[in-house]
């Protein structure tokens, strides 16, 4: 894959895992407007791009992402509020046809706590510090935390962190949920490479219709039941189907296309 010329991107790719690293090391990775439109191009081609199995997204300089650019923030208005920069582009990171993991390396608040929740899976450091403090900014998280967060962690627990804005540790991140495993800061790449590689051994098409049952999901059982159905029709007429269980009859790997 070429390499593009990103102004706040780092992408690395190997063996259909794609890497993405937010690289505003110097204002911990904050989101601006160039780091939004780098984000939009690098998804847009990597989804296009046939070998990408797993999407990893993470930060340099030992932060994930430390919110918006409040220098940006504070020039923005209604109408700018309306654009849902963020939030559109939160919303291209969950639509992403492969599945998506974060890898949280330090501070992840406000927008890149959201980012985060926009993944399908979330893998911490020991360092990492997560929170939704805009409250503390006279503002609101409005990147998709007032509804991704509660189907996360709960209602309760999303009221609580979304209402005081409290900042919450990597070891009470997993004890409610917010995050699904904890590792040492050190091997926090290699242990998202690792996750990143046992997906990337399933089935794509599998995976990609039981993350849209999954989101279906979000609007009731009765959706839930209906995607969940249709995504097993499909699958049953696939190719995948019939790779899968004649690989485990046979007691070999499978060999997913």
Known sequence: MAELPFRNLKVEFAEGIAVVRLNRPQVRNAIDLATVDDLHWALDVLAHFEKTRVLILTGAGGAFASGADLRELRERRAADALRAINSTLFRQVEQFPAPTIAAVNGWALGGGCELALACD?????????????????????????????????????????????????AAEALRIGLVNRVVPDERLLDEARALAATLAAKSPLALRVARMALAASAYGPEPGFLAESLGQGILFDSDDKKEGIDAFLAGRRPRFK
């Open 121 to 169: 899976l979330r893998v911490a450091g020991e360092s990492a510090r997560l929170g939704q403090p805009e409250v503390s900014l006279g503002i609101i998280p409005a990147a998709g935390a007032t509804f991704r967060l509660p189907r996360i962690v709960g209602l309760g627990r999303a009221r609580d962190l979304i209402l005081t804005g409290r900042v919450v540790d």
